[in-house]
């Protein structure tokens, strides 16, 4: 990270997170330059990969602009806040390297076997090279949080489907439905990274 880190006093730092609240962006700015750095080192040292820790950065200061209208002051620094935030990222992060080691290659191929919900590959035919991994991830990122959910309860928390039907509310035939849908979803993204 390059930007340099301002020192902000609590008093200062009250009156620009009460403006930022009201979509002040300069003083968001402000806030943003104050503990750029601090939220960098911490992803950094979680993660050991620059790349990973300043995508993450990005991600946390955008996520803190958009819901920084409902922060409210409960006894604790502005900062705390931003760490929450960084390490909900993080988690965020790791649930979908999770989901993208352990997602079947069938899936991806549109076996007709591994669609139907008792279905699971052979373990070796997971996905496995540096280049699958990547446009894997970058597919799996375009998908929202619900299809995501679904692809996560099933392939990696491994939950029966039973359990899983019940997670989301549903009955096992919606939950059919669901999972179908987010993998022809997850299929179609896959294809565009992968051919463009």
Same mark, same amino acid.
């Given at each position: 990270?390059?930007?340099?880190?301002?020192? &902000?006093?609590?008093?200062?730092?009250?009156?620009?997170?009460?403006?930022?609240?009201?979509?002040?962006?300069?003083?968001?700015?402000?806030?943003?330059?104050?503990? &750029?750095? $601090? !939220?960098?080192?911490?992803?950094?040292?979680?993660?050991?990969?620059?790349?990973?820790?300043?995508?993450?950065?990005?991600?946390?200061?955008?996520?803190?602009?958009? =819901?920084?209208?409902?922060?409210?002051?409960?006894?604790?620094?502005?900062?705390?806040?931003?760490?929450?935030?960084?390490?909900?990222?993080?988690?965020?992060?790791?649930?979908?390297?999770?989901? !993208?080691?352990?997602?079947?290659?069938?899936?991806?191929?549109?076996?007709?076997?591994?669609?139907?919900?008792?279905?699971?590959?052979?373990? /070796? *035919?997971?996905?496995?090279?540096? =280049?699958?991994? $990547?446009?894997?991830?970058?597919?799996? $990122?375009?998908?929202?949080?619900?299809?995501?959910?679904?692809?996560?309860?099933?392939?990696?928390? *491994?939950?029966?489907? =039973? *359990?899983? $039907?019940?997670?989301?509310?549903?009955?096992? /035939?919606?939950?059919?439905?669901?999972?179908?849908?987010?993998?022809?979803?997850?299929?179609?993204?896959?294809? *565009?990274?992968?051919?463009?």
């Amino acid at each position: 990270m390059s930007d340099s880190t301002t020192a &902000v006093l609590p008093t200062e730092e009250h009156t620009l997170v009460t403006a930022a609240t009201r979509a002040d962006r300069a003083a968001f700015a402000q806030l943003y330059r104050a503990h &750029v750095e $601090a !939220i960098y080192g911490y992803l950094y040292r979680r993660t050991g990969d620059v790349a990973l820790a300043e995508d993450l950065t990005a991600a946390t200061f955008e996520a803190a602009w958009r =819901d920084i209208g409902r922060f409210e002051w409960r006894g604790v620094p502005f900062r705390a806040w931003l760490y929450r935030l960084a390490g909900t990222r993080l988690a965020m992060h790791r649930r979908r390297a999770r989901l !993208i080691q352990w997602l079947p290659l069938g899936l991806l191929r549109g076996d007709e076997a591994v669609d139907r919900l008792g279905a699971h590959p052979a373990a /070796d *035919e997971h996905v496995e090279a540096a =280049d699958d991994f $990547a446009s894997l991830r970058r597919a799996l $990122a375009r998908l929202s949080a619900t299809d995501q959910e679904v692809l996560g309860l099933l392939f990696l928390a *491994e939950l029966p489907r =039973d *359990e899983v $039907a019940a997670a989301l509310g549903c009955s096992r /035939d919606a939950l059919y439905t669901r999972t179908h849908r987010a993998l022809k979803r997850l299929r179609a993204a896959w294809n *565009e990274e992968t051919h463009g």
